[in-house]
C-alpha cells in the first residue's frame, strides 16, 4: 500500500504560495528579474537586480562609489531629511482626519486630539518634533555638501535646488507653526511676519497676501493651512525629484576628497 | 609590408601623439595587429572589419538562435576603414540573414525569420588553424568572430573615459546602511515623542500679547538681529543677501578642488557665518527674556518654546 503521507498545514501552505507565485495576477505585478518571482538567492546578479527590477532604481544605481556609503562622509543627512518628510507626510495626514481649519473649530480640534483621538498626542509629537529635526537635517546637510565642496562642478545647479529645499522646508516648519492656534503660534507667527513688512516696495502687499488682511486672522489659518498641506508639499516634492535626479546624473556622491 | 607587431607599435604611437587616453590607443593599435595579422596569413581576403568576409564568420553562438543571424557586413565599397565592427550579439537576432537564399543583405524585416533560411549545415571556416599555423612567430591572438553591423562616424560615438572606480552594490551595502540610520531616527523620535509632548497653550487671544514674543527658532537669529541694525537691514537685507550668497555659492567659488586643505578660505567664511548664525540663535533663544531684554537663563528663566 503506497503511504500517502497526510500534508502538514505547513506544506499546504507552502503549495499554495508556490501557485501564487506562478498565477498570471503575480506575474503581472512583478517584473521578469524581480527578486519576488525569481528568489533571492546572494549572487552579484541578484544584488543588482534587487535594485534594477524594482522602484528602487529610480533612486539608486545599482552600485556606487564606494567611499560613498562611509558614514563619516554624508552622515546620511540627506536620507534622514527625506525619510523625516515621508514620515511628516504620514503624520501630517493623520492629523488632517482630526483637523478643521477655521477659527471656532480649530482650538477644540486641538483639544480633542490630545484627549480623544487614538495616539493623537503620540502623532503631533512626532509630527512636531520630526519637523523641528528636518529644519536640522536640512541645515546640516547643506553644511555637509559646503564642506565636502560637493557644490562645485558639475553640481552647481543641484546646490540651487538645495537650497530652494532648505527654504521650502523653512516656509513648510513655519505655515505649519500657526496651525494648532494658540498663543504661541499665533504670536511667533505675528513677530515673524512682521519682518517681512519691512520689504522694500512690495512689503505691506506680501504680507497682506500671505495674511489675507492686515493682521492674522481666519482668513491667514485658512491660508496658511493649504500653503502647509497642499501647497508648499506638491512644490518640495517637484524640488526633491529633481534634487535626486540631479544627484545620480551629476555622477553620484561627490568625492573622495 | 609592416609586420604586425610593426603595425601594433605605429598605431600605439599615432594614438599617443592623437592625445588618446593609453586603454584607447592599446585597443586602436590591438585592432590594427589583428587586422594585420589577417592580412599577411590570408591576403586573398579583404579585412573582414571592412568588406564582407563570409568565410571568416564562425558559428559563435552555438545553436542560440542569434547565432542564425550571420548577418553579411553591410559596408559600403566608400566607407572609410575606421567602420565599428560588433561581435554577434543577441540584437543580432533580429537582423537575420538571407544569405542563404542568395540574396544580398538587408536589414531585419519580421517576416524574414523563419528558420528555412538559417544556414545550419555551413561548414565552420579553416581560418582559425590556418592562423595559428601560419603565424607562429606572432604573439598568440585569440580568434575573434567580428562582424559588422553598421558603420557608425566617429564623431558619432560618446567615448567615456571615465576612470574605474571602485564600487559596491547598493543593495545590500548602501540599503542596509540607510535602513539602520532610518531605524535610529525613527527609534529616537519615538522615544523623544513619548517622553516630551509638543506644547499647546491657552487659545489664541490678539488682546494679549505675550512677553516676550519669539519667532520660531530658525528666525530666532534674525529677530535677534533686528536688536541691533534697523529692520530693513536686519529683516530683508540680511537674509536677502545671504539667501542670494547662497544661490551664487558654486560661480563665486571658481576654485576646483575639494580638498580641505586647498580652499582655506570658503571653509572659514562658512563656518563664520555658521557659527555667527547660530551664535544669534542661541542668543535668541536663551537669553532673551520679557521684551527681548538680555537675560541669563540661569538667573532669569528660560524663555523659549519649540
Known amino acids: 500500500m503506497v503511504k500517502t503521507a497526510k500534508r502538514s498545514p505547513r506544506e499546504k501552505l507552502l503549495e499554495r504560495l508556490d501557485q501564487v507565485q506562478k498565477g498570471q495576477v503575480w506575474r503581472a505585478m512583478f517584473r521578469p528579474g524581480s527578486i519576488f518571482r525569481a528568489g533571492y538567492a546572494d549572487s552579484p546578479r541578484n544584488r543588482a537586480y534587487v535594485v534594477m527590477n524594482s522602484l528602487l532604481y529610480h533612486l539608486h544605481p545599482v552600485k556606487v562609489k564606494r567611499h ?190 | 609590408m609592416p609586420t604586425p607587431d610593426e603595425v601594433y607599435e605605429q598605431i600605439l604611437k599615432e594614438e599617443s601623439d592623437k592625445g588618446s587616453s593609453p586603454a584607447v590607443a592599446q585597443g586602436r593599435a590591438k585592432a590594427a595587429r589583428v587586422r594585420a595579422q589577417r592580412g599577411s596569413t590570408n591576403p586573398n581576403k579583404p579585412d573582414p572589419s571592412t568588406a564582407p568576409a563570409p568565410d571568416n564568420v564562425r558559428e559563435a553562438l552555438g545553436g542560440a538562435p542569434a547565432a542564425e543571424a550571420q548577418t553579411q557586413p553591410q559596408a559600403e565599397a566608400g566607407e572609410q576603414p575606421k567602420a565599428a565592427a560588433s561581435e554577434p550579439s543577441d540584437r543580432a537576432a533580429s537582423e537575420p540573414s538571407d544569405r542563404a537564399a542568395g540574396e544580398k543583405p538587408k536589414v531585419a524585416a519580421a517576416t524574414s525569420r523563419p528558420a528555412a533560411s538559417r544556414p545550419a549545415a555551413r561548414p565552420s571556416s579553416p581560418a582559425p588553424t590556418k592562423k595559428a599555423v601560419g603565424n607562429g612567430a606572432g604573439p598568440a591572438v585569440p580568434e575573434r568572430v567580428q562582424r559588422l553591423l553598421a558603420v557608425v562616424k566617429p564623431e558619432a560615438i560618446q567615448k567615456v573615459e571615465r576612470q574605474p572606480m571602485d564600487r559596491v552594490n547598493v543593495w545590500p551595502h548602501l540599503m542596509a546602511a540607510e535602513f539602520v540610520s532610518l531605524l535610529v531616527v525613527m527609534a529616537l523620535l519615538t522615544f523623544f515623542s513619548l517622553g516630551v509632548d509638543a506644547p499647546l497653550r491657552e487659545l489664541a487671544n490678539f488682546n494679549q500679547t505675550p512677553n516676550p514674543s519669539k519667532a520660531p527658532w530658525y528666525f530666532l537669529g534674525l529677530q535677534e538681529l533686528l536688536r541691533y541694525f534697523h529692520p530693513q537691514v536686519a529683516g530683508v537685507t540680511i537674509p536677502n543677501v545671504l539667501i542670494l550668497t547662497a544661490f551664487a555659492a558654486p560661480f563665486i567659488d571658481r576654485n576646483p578642488s575639494t580638498r580641505p586643505d586647498d580652499r582655506k578660505l570658503a571653509i572659514v567664511l562658512f563656518t563664520f557665518f555658521m557659527l555667527a548664525f547660530a551664535g544669534l540663535s542661541i542668543i535668541g533663544m536663551f537669553f532673551r527674556g520679557p521684551g527681548f531684554n538680555f537675560v541669563f537663563p540661569w538667573e532669569g528663566g528660560i524663555f523659549f518654546e519649540l
Open chain 1, 68 to 257: 560613498g556609503i562611509k558614514l563619516s562622509y554624508t552622515l546620511c543627512l540627506g536620507g534622514m531629511s527625506f525619510f523625516l518628510f515621508i514620515l511628516l507626510t504620514i503624520t501630517g495626514i493623520y492629523l488632517m482626519f482630526f483637523y478643521r481649519p477655521s477659527v471656532e473649530a480649530v482650538y477644540s480640534d486641538m483639544i480633542r486630539l490630545h484627549t480623544q483621538v487614538s495616539f493623537g498626542l503620540l502623532v503631533r509629537n512626532l509630527h512636531r518634533w520630526g519637523a523641528h529635526l528636518m529644519v536640522i537635517t536640512v541645515f546640516l546637510h547643506m553644511a555637509r555638501v559646503f564642506y565636502t565642496g560637493a557644490y562645485k562642478p558639475p553640481r552647481e545647479f543641484n546646490w540651487i535646488v538645495g537650497i530652494v529645499l532648505l527654504l521650502l522646508t523653512l516656509l513648510l516648519a513655519f505655515t505649519g507653526y500657526l496651525l494648532p492656534w494658540d498663543q504661541l503660534a499665533v504670536w511667533a507667527v505675528t513677530v515673524g511676519t512682521e519682518m517681512m513688512k519691512n520689504s522694500p516696495v512690495i512689503g505691506q502687499q506680501v504680507q497682506f497676501a500671505l495674511l489675507g488682511g492686515p493682521v492674522i486672522g481666519p482668513e491667514t489659518l485658512l491660508r496658511w493651512y493649504t500653503l502647509h498641506v497642499l501647497f508648499l508639499p506638491f512644490i518640495i516634492v517637484i524640488f526633491i525629484s529633481v534634487h535626486f535626479w540631479r544627484v545620480r546624473k551629476d555622477g553620484g556622491i561627490s568625492g573622495p576628497l
